[in-house]
């Protein structure tokens, strides 16, 4: 089998896979070739839209696992293939050159032995930083059940290292991937989490120490595949944020690639549309100094289809509102529908030489498409406020059928039902969401 | 406000336009349109003609460092790259103002004399960012070039990066739309004018092969459930695809339906992967269903750019 087969199978075999960002890489020194870009770098945009930043790829898909859910299961009647460390090297190598990636996202499937698989994937970055000299992005999954040993030699040498939840709950998983357990997924996470802050303190103490994992951890879950709740999701992400400083957790919509009588059907949609507001929460949790609780509560465990989650913190806090822009706290600003962290920055930096009404608002690029109906300049407001909920949702989403928030419909879960969002209309594990 | 019935011509180069700005600091003036040398037709209006003088040149330059400081030059900087017209009215209104107030005025992105600077300077930081992105060189014979066709005049800006990354190889950047060059080799870089460039034919066997790879690549990793070509483009402008080669067979042949887009396609219900025979082969997947156009589906690392 040629290099061009093995690419094209491991490729697909690794495409599932969300996460390939590029960014937080610190700058190595004494490489040959490659730099870092600490706000990543994405290098072209798939046919799907999403962004190709780093050549990602499984080593080997021949997996001894037999986990429900993944096309590499053991039980898939499917072409295997397995690069030579060297090849894969090499590929990475001659992509980059030509800049065509920022490096390397090496993940495999567990061949042979847990302790084999790692060793094999060390084998491919020891090539790439000694022999080649190279000092661009790799981020590497950790396997679950290598020795410690091993992933520690695989973080010194790796920029991210990420350990793939799955699924979110421990119910899931053991309906779903028999061959992994809640703690073999915990065991690596909180090793990485703790080698990281050891580093953190040797460097400190010593420049010279070499640095594990620079760039921190993250991990991916899958949605739609087993019956959790957005809340859920929300607050297992939260707790992964605060408790083991994970720089990112990815969703991945659930797209069937196999057919199970314990997964949705093979014709099932991938639940886009939910995952795009779960990023958007995430991103609320991140960088605009929300709380999941904040967001959704178990009574109100899913969000809003037709609005995204900022909305709808703001239709049930309409008290706080209108915000005055030329007062506002920063953290205020950045509750409003809208305005984001660049323009709540660009406000705040702004206002101190001049106060600002709506025309400078979009000169410096403050678009206020919904900003305006929360928000007064010098005490005007642009145009007439919005006096309950139920107007500012008409007005943010155009008129409706329902005048009623989505809130108040008695069984809220089933505008997921409704046609509005009909790809999430899946028969799941349990039935409902 | 441009009041005055007079046209500045300068030689198109920066220290012009600073004698320029010198010129109407000191005859306490704005005209209505600074202009290369013989561009625009004929004017009613009085036309004063500048040559590049480095004295006058480097007082404002001066001025500029030190007392509007380092974030104001490099606005000034970036603004003069902007290439579609208007940046010289826009940073002498700029320095006008800014003059006036001194370094804050760059933070005053609002005002009516700095925003529109404000904006060239970032739409030339736009393009350097996708030229990062989206170049794309090739190997020959062990050197590397690469041709782009940027809006604005963004080669400059890209040494630093590339010198960096590709510190130990040969490389040269052909801006052809600009008829500039970068060339670096052995830890130098030079910048030239070059207005025809002869590049060495890029059909070389082993980055045939690479390439070959990379357009597999390309088109193995995106999920079909998830096409979403508008997406895609928002990205990734089409004007960037022509000198890149995994999607520059389909802006030729325009619109390339789905199913030939993606590596593999869905078969019945299972999921199956067509090997490929040999090598050099193109795929022709069976047709397959795509979805209807979703609400903005969103993958997640598209938000990472927002941070």
């Known amino acids: 089998m040629d290099v061009y087969q093995k690419l094209a199978i491991l490729t697909e075999a690794a495409k599932y896979d969300v996460s390939c960002s590029s960014s937080g890489a610190a700058e190595r020194g004494g490489g040959r070739l490659g730099s870092a870009l600490p706000a990543g770098c994405c290098h072209a945009f798939a046919a799907d839209g999403r962004c190709i930043s780093l050549l990602k790829i499984l080593l080997s898909n021949a997996c001894a696992y037999d986990c429900k859910y993944c096309l590499n299961r053991r039980s898939a009647d499917f072409p295997r293939a397995t690069f030579e460390p060297r090849e894969l090297a090499d590929l990475t190598v001659e992509f980059y050159r030509r800049n065509y990636i920022e490096g390397l996202f090496l993940s495999s499937a567990v061949f042979g032995s847990p302790d084999y698989t790692c060793e094999r994937m060390i084998e491919v970055v020891r090539i790439l930083r000694e022999e080649y000299g190279f000092t661009g992005y790799i981020h590497a999954k950790a396997i679950p059940g290598a020795s410690d040993g091993l992933t520690r030699r695989l973080g010194l040498l790796a920029d991210r290292m990420s350990v793939n939840i799955e699924l979110p709950s421990r119910e899931s998983l053991g309906l779903l991937a028999p061959d992994k357990t809640k703690e073999s997924i915990v065991h690596p996470m909180t090793f990485l989490r703790n080698g990281i802050a050891e580093n953190r303190e040797d460097l400190v103490k010593y420049r010279s120490t070499p640095r594990f994992v620079p760039a921190g951890q993250s991990t991916q879950m899958i949605v739609g595949a087993s019956p959790e709740s957005d809340y859920r999701i929300l607050t297992l992400s939260e707790k992964l944020y605060q408790n083991y400083g994970l720089k990112r957790v990815y969703f991945s919509a659930y797209t069937p690639v196999v057919e199970d009588s314990l997964l949705p059907a093979v014709d099932t949609k991938p639940p886009l549309l939910r995952e795009h507001r779960l990023y958007q929460a995430d991103w609320l949790l991140r960088f605009y100094g929300f709380q999941a609780k904040e967001i959704l509560s178990p009574e109100r465990p899913m969000l809003y289809a037709e609005i995204d989650p900022k909305c709808g913190w703001v239709l049930r806090n309409m008290d706080d509102f209108p915000v005055e822009v030329n007062t506002a706290d920063y953290e205020l600003l950045l509750r409003v529908p809208g305005i984001g962290v660049t323009s709540a920055k660009r406000i705040v930096r702004e206002r101190r030489q001049h106060s600002l009404d709506f025309e400078m608002l979009k000169r410096i690029g403050v678009v206020l498409k919904r900003a305006r109906f929360f928000l007064t300049c010098g005490g005007v407001s642009m145009q007439a406020l919005p006096e309950t909920p139920e107007q500012a949702l008409e007005w943010l989403v155009g008129p409706r059928s329902s005048p009623s928030l989505p809130d108040y419909e008695p069984e809220q879960l089933s505008l997921f039902h409704s046609a509005l969002l009909r790809e999430e209309a899946v028969p799941c594990l349990k039935g409902e969401f | ?307």
């Open chain 2, 1 to 307: 406000m441009p009041g005055e019935v007079l046209v500045y011509e300068y030689d198109g180069s920066y220290d012009g336009l600073m004698t320029v700005v010198f010129d109407c600091f000191r005859e306490k003036t704005v005209p209505c349109e600074i202009r290369v040398h013989g561009e625009g037709g004929e004017s009613f209006y009085e036309i004063r003609s500048v040559s590049a003088d480095p004295y006058r040149a480097g007082r404002v330059k001066n001025g500029i460092r030190e007392k509007l400081g380092p974030a104001a030059e490099e606005m000034v900087r970036s603004g003069f790259l902007y290439g579609e017209g208007g940046k010289e009215m826009a940073i002498l209104r700029f320095l006008k103002k800014a003059f006036a107030v001194g370094p804050g005025a760059v933070s005053m992105v609002a005002d009516p004399e700095i925003n529109p600077l404000f904006r060239m300077a970032r739409a030339v930081g736009n393009e350097r960012q996708k030229m990062l992105q989206f170049i794309r060189f090739s190997d020959v014979g062990g050197a590397l070039r690469a041709k782009i066709t940027p809006k604005h005049e963004v080669l400059s800006l890209l040494g630093g990066h590339f010198c960096l990354r590709y510190r130990n190889e040969n490389f040269l950047i052909y801006d052809q739309a600009h008829g500039e060059a970068l060339a670096y080799s052995g830890g130098r870089s030079v910048l030239f004018k070059a207005d025809s460039l002869t590049l060495p034919p890029e059909a070389e066997e082993g980055d045939a092969f690479y390439r070959e790879l990379w357009k597999s690549y390309y088109r193995h990793v995106s999920i079909a459930e998830r096409y979403n070509p508008r997406c895609r483009m928002g990205h990734m402008p089409k004007r960037f695809w022509a000198d890149m080669p995994e999607v520059a067979e389909e802006l030729e042949r325009g619109f390339v339906p789905p199913e030939e887009v993606f590596g593999a396609a869905k078969r019945g219900g299972g999921y199956s992967l067509r090997l490929l025979p040999e090598r050099q082969t193109r795929m022709l997947p069976e047709p397959m269903q795509v979805g209807e156009p979703r609400e903005r589906p969103v993958s997640g690392d598209e938000t990472d750019k927002r941070i």
